[in-house]
T-cell receptor
Framework: KQEVTQIPAALSVPEGENLVLNCSFT??????LQWFRQDPGKGLTSLLL???SQREQTSGRLNASLDKSSGRSTLYIAASQPGDSATYLC????WGAGGTSYGKLTFGQGTILTVHP | DAGITQSPRHKVTETGTPVTLRCHQT?????MYWYRQDPGHGLRLIHY???????DKGEVSDGYSVSRSKTEDFLLTLESATSSQTSVYFC???????????????FGSGTRLTVV
């Protein structure tokens, strides 16, 4: 059974810092890994998606890397801002039966990020 | 959350009553999912659908049933609501890799359900 762990559980940093959020998973047979952001009382917003054949993806100040063999992904946030405060979730998607890709996501517990001015 | 709508957004119901939550998508995606989110448990899959009238159980399916009579609608029913089903429920959609290889999951805004 796939297990996904996110470290740290919570992080509080001053504005402007570069920071790294970690995600580890136990089964390397994944189709892709997706990072989400969730604001309090809101739904999940997709940030970055990395296919199993890729090493990293970038979007603005965000960079996500994937090392499938070691079961690790990191989300790097450059020059953090108070607006980055949210819960960050990673989720892995396995290959589905028969080579389909509808495999069910397994989520980590999330990292609660607070960026203070 | 463009393309996926959940209703109602909030609901309070009494123990023992049936409750149906609706997820509607305009993306024509094949796969639809229901998750619940609880403190300390994160997001857990309840049921999912891989096509019209094709559904299967997730890891926390007891007490829930689903139906999908049209591509765009996926209904989650609590046959007899219990306090342990108080939660935030999220619907999600996804597509086959060969149709959108870089496409992941898209989530709805959630339904906050309180069972009293």
């Amino acid at each position: 059974k796939q297990e996904v762990t996110q470290i740290p559980a919570a992080l509080s940093v001053p504005e402007g810092e570069n920071l790294v959020l970690n995600c580890s998973f136990t089964d390397s047979a994944i189709y892709n890994l997706q990072w989400f952001r969730q604001d309090p009382g809101k739904g999940l917003t997709s940030l970055l998606l990395i296919q199993s054949s890729q090493r990293e993806q970038t979007s603005g100040r965000l960079n996500a890397s994937l090392d499938k063999s070691s079961g690790r992904s990191t989300l790097y946030i450059a020059a953090s801002q108070p607006g980055d405060s949210a819960t960050y979730l990673c989720a892995v998607r396995p290959w589905g039966a028969g080579g389909t890709s509808y495999g069910k996501l397994t989520f980590g517990q999330g990292t609660i990020l607070t960026v203070h001015p | 959350d463009a393309g996926i709508t959940q209703s109602p957004r909030h609901k309070v119901t009494e123990t023992g009553t049936p409750v149906t939550l609706r997820c509607h998508q305009t993306e024509n995606h094949r796969y639809m999912y229901w998750y619940r989110q609880d403190p300390g448990h994160g997001l857990r899959l309840i049921h999912y659908s891989y096509g019209v009238k094709d559904t299967d159980k997730g890891e926390v399916s007891d007490g829930y049933s689903v139906s999908r009579s049209k591509t765009e609608d996926f209904l989650l029913t609590l046959e007899s609501a219990t306090s342990s089903q108080t939660s935030v429920y999220f619907c999600a959609i996804s597509e086959e890799w060969w149709q959108k290889p870089n496409y992941g999951y898209t989530f709805g805004s959630g339904t906050r359900l309180t069972v009293v």
